[in-house]
């Protein structure tokens, strides 16, 4: 078991991921303002370290207004001990802490979107700096990543999955058989509307297995949400052999954004009304709902109708919306 090397980071390690046992610290963020001159944002960072197997990455706040992911990967913790540990398990469950205090997507500290910020730079800016820990201190003794996200604030997804493309563009065994472990009702297959600036690109850089799980979202912990996110990562570990026990079979949905249209924006500004939910299926030209103009009463609604057919994956959580606002991600069959 390989000790990560902090020494070409500015972040300061604060928690043994090494030893046996159980434990908690974190890990710092070094980053003077004028609201922390000269101190340190501190990244909450855990370790459990059982017999002799795989290091496996849990990873969620990598934006910090989605709620499920950082829940259920303390419950893990607490829940676990050494003794149900064949391996080793990392949980940084508050990636980018900056903006999980904040309750935003992307950090107060320089506007950055962590999952759009990999692999990273040592002498970037904060959202850069712990990138760069993640993929060049983290990543190299990891055998798995696990990261955990949902809508926050803004949107809604339906919980699933998400399994990213090899390095060659095919789908990934590793990953795949992850996310068919994960047992969410779908897998989104990530495909051509994938970033490779995110954890998951990351770790196809690595050559490491990597799945991400999208589990709800709106602003608050759904009930259902937090218990697939809980079981998944369960069944995943259970998949990589760091947890004793079996995964029950599963037929998931596996789905892809490939097909235009696949992203449904508004056209107008306005309020926008859903006719239809995520986890329906639609037909192309089918009507998804409507934007009205309180202030132009007399004008006619603007009817959003759908591109493509498929399963609405994902819907705002919004109702004032500009031109180019996000409505809704249809997926098709992968």
Same mark, same amino acid.
């Given at each position: 078991?390989? $000790?990560?090397?902090?020494? %070409?980071?500015?972040?300061?390690? *604060?928690?043994?991921?090494?030893?046996?046992?159980?434990? #908690? *610290?974190?890990?710092?963020?070094?980053? &003077? !303002?004028? +609201? @922390?001159?000269?101190?340190?944002?501190?990244?909450?960072?855990?370790?459990?370290? *059982?017999?002799?197997?795989?290091?496996?990455?849990?990873? =969620? /706040?990598?934006?910090?207004?989605?709620?499920e992911g950082p829940a259920a990967l303390t419950r893990l913790y607490q829940a676990l001990e050494p003794s149900d540990v064949t391996g080793r398990l990392i949980f940084l469950p508050q990636l980018n802490a900056p903006a999980c205090t904040a309750g935003t997507r992307v950090s107060p500290l320089d506007g950055g979107n962590l999952n759009r910020a990999f692999p990273g730079a040592a002498d970037g800016g904060p959202t850069a700096q712990i990138a760069h820990m993640v993929? =060049?201190?983290?990543?190299?003794?990891?055998?798995?990543?696990? !990261?955990?996200?949902? *809508? /926050?604030? =803004?949107?809604?997804?339906?919980p699933c999955a998400l399994a990213a493309r090899g390095r060659d563009g095919a789908p990934d065994?590793?990953?795949?058989?992850? #996310?068919? #472990?994960?047992? %969410?009702?779908?897998?989104?297959?990530? /495909?051509? #509307? @994938?970033? +490779?600036? &995110?954890?998951?690109? $990351? $770790?196809? =850089?690595h050559g490491i297995p990597c799945i991400a799980a999208e589990l709800g979202g709106g602003g608050y912990v759904g009930i259902d949400a937090l218990q697939i996110g809980e079981a998944g990562v369960r069944h995943a570990l259970i998949q990589l052999g760091v947890l004793q026990g079996k995964v029950p079979e599963a037929m998931p949905r596996?789905?892809?954004?490939? $097909?235009? /249209?696949?992203?449904?924006?508004?056209?107008?500004?306005?309020?926008?009304l859903p006719a239809r939910a995520a986890g329906e299926d639609i037909a192309a030209g089918e009507r998804l709902g409507q934007i009205v103009t309180p202030a132009q009463p007399d004008a006619a609604p603007t009817e959003i109708r759908a591109e493509t057919s498929g399963l609405i994956l994902a819907e705002t959580r919004r109702a004032a919306v500009v031109p180019g606002a996000f409505l809704a991600f249809i997926a098709g069959a992968a």
């Open positions: 078991m390989h $000790a990560p090397d902090f020494s %070409a980071s500015r972040l300061l390690p *604060g928690v043994d991921l090494t030893a046996p046992g159980k434990r #908690a *610290g974190q890990i710092g963020l070094l980053h &003077s !303002d004028n +609201d @922390n001159p000269l101190g340190v944002y501190p990244i909450p960072a855990m370790c459990i370290v *059982g017999g002799v197997g795989p290091t496996v990455l849990l990873l =969620a /706040g990598v934006h910090g207004d989605e709620y993929s =060049a201190c983290l990543m190299p003794v990891c055998d798995a990543v696990i !990261d955990l996200h949902s *809508g /926050g604030k =803004a949107s809604w997804f339906v065994v590793a990953n795949m058989a992850l #996310a068919r #472990a994960f047992r %969410a009702d779908v897998i989104w297959q990530l /495909g051509a #509307a @994938n970033d +490779d600036r &995110s954890v998951n690109g $990351a $770790a196809t =850089a596996v789905v892809e954004l490939s $097909a235009p /249209g696949h992203r449904v924006t508004a056209p107008v500004a306005g309020v926008y």
